[in-house]
Antibody, heavy 119, light 108 residues
Framework: QVQLQQWGAGLLKASETLSLTCAVYGGSFNNHYWTWIRQAPGKGLEWIGEIDHSGRTTFAPSFKSRVTISVDASKNQFSLNLTSLTAADTGVYYC?????????????WGQGTPVTVPS | SSELTQDPAVSVALGQTVRITCQGDGLRNSFPTWYQQKPGQAPLLVMYGKNSRPSGIPDRFSGSTLGNTASLTITGAQAEDEADYYCNSRDSTGNHRVFGTGTRVTVL
């Protein structure tokens, strides 16, 4: 049974940096794509980016200049850093596993971390 | 803006069939994945690949793709299927992934 547990600061100020970490329990950490997604209040899902076990990253163009995703395979953890926050970054941030053999289907999700950046 | 377009909302009578569509150029070369999200919950994978369901997803859910349009069909919709549904696939460049705009399904 694979479980993803995420944590990080939920109330930040404009211009600060968001840092979230996601720990993976159970299953193999290798051979999958570790992904971050966010959802603004009342809005749809937004793909932020992913990292594979070797550290290769891919980011959505709208985030590319501000985002870093890193992995610590020794701890079965991966992290998101998003810089230069604005109120538009408010939302729930999810981590998820993109299962390689299922064409990167996001088959396990973290519980979500609400993030607020007051305007 | 999303490169995968979905109808904002659809409704279906209990026990009837509803089809949710997802349209975008990225679908010409990549199968989508589909997610169900209920209020206050993380999304749940319901379909991947050509037409594959994770363990625990009822067989009333099915998927198909033709050209640049993918569909998720619920045959015999149940009250518990009322939720938001999102497709996910590659964007038109093939270099990134993107979610569809989402469809709210109401079961009457």
């Amino acid at each position: 049974q694979v479980q993803l547990q995420q944590w990080g600061a939920g109330l930040l100020k404009a211009s600060e940096t968001l840092s979230l970490t996601c720990a993976v329990y159970g299953g193999s950490f290798n051979n999958h794509y570790w992904t971050w997604i966010r959802q603004a209040p009342g809005k749809g899902l937004e793909w932020i980016g992913e990292i594979d076990h070797s550290g290769r990253t891919t980011f959505a163009p709208s985030f590319k200049s501000r985002v870093t995703i890193s992995v610590d395979a020794s701890k079965n953890q991966f992290s998101l850093n998003l810089t230069s926050l604005t109120a538009a970054d408010t939302g729930v941030y999810y981590c998820a596993r993109g299962r390689r053999e299922w064409l990167r289907a996001l088959d396990n999700w973290g519980q979500g971390t609400p993030v607020t950046v007051p305007s | 803006s999303s490169e995968l377009t979905q109808d904002p909302a659809v409704s279906v009578a209990l026990g009837q069939t509803v089809r949710i569509t997802c349209q975008g150029d990225g679908l010409r070369n990549s199968f989508p994945t589909w997610y169900q999200q209920k209020p206050g919950q993380a999304p749940l994978l319901v379909m991947y690949g050509k037409n594959s369901r994770p363990s625990g997803i009822p067989d009333r859910f099915s998927g198909s793709t033709l050209g640049n349009t993918a569909s998720l069909t619920i045959t015999g919709a149940q009250a518990e299927d009322e939720a938001d549904y999102y497709c996910n696939s590659r964007d038109s460049t093939g270099n990134h992934r993107v979610f569809g705009t989402g469809t709210r399904v109401t079961v009457l």
